[in-house]
DNA sequence: ATAAATAAGATTTTTTTTATCCTATATTGG
DNA sequence: CCAATATAGGATAAAAAAAATCTTATTTAT
């Protein structure tokens, strides 16, 4: 139930490239210095990042990543499932077949509402507004409220 | 990112004492059998419910596992952090000294912001709604609100 | 050509999760 | 009280996932 560091990387390095300028190429080694990743793994997770198209990598001297998406198009969501996969948070969603009681179970509708929520909620905020730091003072609407 | 097959198995056995009734002792093994969950492992799981005072554990001969607690007073939140610990999203939201960037990265505002969002949703739901099968029913309204 | 970078596959290490084994203890019924 | 039935609880094992690293190959600037 918990994010991986992996994604975690994932933001920190689209956040940086995001702060450096969309189309510039930044090393991997200044963003895993910067940003306290460990520069192999960095490599993979921008595989992965490649893969999704949000980046490019820039191969050989002065190589390494460019922000290939504009920030604001960039949500927070893209990026953890660029890592991650889709986000489910049960089995029983992801493979119904796995799970005889999924037609009936009422659990897994709330497993699966809970889940629409939080893809929601990543959904809503792109790295633009990351950038900004304003990503605090949105309200949170809804009944339960817990502002902030 | 997803919920253990740990806490699944929690929110089954709960399920199972709540239909059953909630001053019955319902043996372990039944409650394995019909719940589908390894009998031994739910025994390490009835702890950790009994433990939150969310069911008694009755041992000797015709002992098993009481619902001490309202289907309607357990949420499924309660259920899920019996098992699993408060839910955070991310390691920093949980010790935030662990991490230099957490006072001003508005990345791990949004993990909180999600957080905060994921526990509200679960916490809405309690176990007599989910016996009842209509968790499926309440609207989800809005993209970013959902009330209910 | 050489140096500087990253790529990509394989592998290792660590952590977490899941499950089981074994001995102890409690309870029921005869 | 005794035997049978159940779960408790600590230890351990097995499996899976996550995190990290090693190695060799390839690409590009100068």
Redesign the interface.
Known sequence: ?????A??YA??CI?FLAVNGKGEVVGRKEIAKYMEIPGQFLGKIAQQLAKAGLIEIVQGAKGGYRLLVSPEKIS?LNA?EAI?GE??????IMRPASCRRSA?C??H???E??R???R??????NFA????????FGP?????R?G?
Do not use: H, P, Y
Request: contains cysteine.
């Open positions: 139930m918990r994010i991986t560091r994604t975690e933001v920190r956040l927070l953890v991650s986000i489910f948070l049960n089995d029983c009936t009422s659990v509708c709330l497993w509402r809970a629409t929520q939080l929601n909620t990543l959904g809503e905020v507004k990351l950038m900004e730091g304003e990503s605090c949170l609407e809804g009944s339960s817990q902030r």
